[in-house]
C-alpha cells in the first residue's frame, strides 16, 4: 500500500511539473507573437543556431496559422522560375536536419511594412550565415510575409521568398540606407 502511495505521489508530482513547465512555455511563446515586431524577431530566431545546435521547432509551428505556407522560389535547371508549396512542418522535413548540420543564421537588414486593418505584408531582406560569427553572408534575399492580426496575436500566414543571384540583385530601396 505504501508503495502505490509513494507511486501515485510521485505521478501526480511529475504531472504537476510538466502542467507548470508547458504553461511556462506557452506563456513564453504567448509573448512572441504580441508584435509584428516580435513575431519576425522569433520567425528569424527560430531558424537561426550554431551547428550541431537543435531548432525549437513547437516555436517555429507556433507562428503559423494551421494552412500556412512556406514557399521558396527560383530557376529550375533549365532557367524557368518555379515554387514549392510547403507546410511547416514539410519545412521542418525538408530543411530542419540541414539547418543543424551546417549552422545557419539569418538575419533581416531590412524591412518595408504595409499593414491595413488586420492584415500585414512585410517585405524583410535578409542575409544568412553559417555562424554567428561570420563577417560576410553566403546569401541575401527577401522574404515576403504575410501576417494576420486576430484581436489577440499575430499570425504568420505565408512567408514567399526568393534569393538574389547576378541576374536578380536586390534593389536598392529595399536595402539598408548607407
Known amino acids: 500500500m505504501k508503495k502505490l502511495v509513494i507511486l501515485i505521489f510521485t505521478c501526480l508530482l511529475t504531472f504537476s511539473i510538466s502542467a507548470q513547465e508547458s504553461t511556462e512555455k506557452a506563456k513564453d511563446y504567448y509573448k512572441k507573437v504580441q508584435t509584428l515586431d516580435s513575431t519576425i524577431k522569433a520567425l528569424y530566431a527560430v531558424i537561426s543556431g550554431e551547428k550541431g545546435e537543435a531548432r525549437d521547432w513547437e516555436l517555429f509551428k507556433y507562428l503559423f496559422k494551421p494552412e ?22 514539410d519545412y521542418i522535413k525538408n530543411s530542419g536536419q540541414w539547418l543543424i548540420d551546417n549552422g545557419f543564421f539569418e538575419k ?5 511594412t504595409n499593414t491595413f486593418g488586420n492584415i500585414t505584408q512585410v517585405f524583410s531582406t535578409y542575409e544568412s550565415f553559417h555562424s554567428a560569427s561570420d563577417k560576410k553572408p553566403f546569401m541575401r534575399g527577401i522574404n515576403s510575409i504575410q501576417l494576420l492580426y486576430d484581436g489577440n496575436r499575430w499570425w504568420v500566414i505565408n512567408i514567399y521568398w526568393t534569393q538574389e543571384t547576378k541576374e536578380n540583385p536586390i534593389p536598392k530601396k529595399h536595402l539598408p540606407k548607407q
Open 108 to 112: 533581416e537588414i531590412h524591412r518595408k
Open 68 to 89: 500556412a505556407k512556406l514557399i521558396p522560389s527560383g530557376k529550375d535547371k533549365n532557367g524557368e522560375y518555379q515554387v514549392r508549396y510547403m507546410t511547416p512542418d
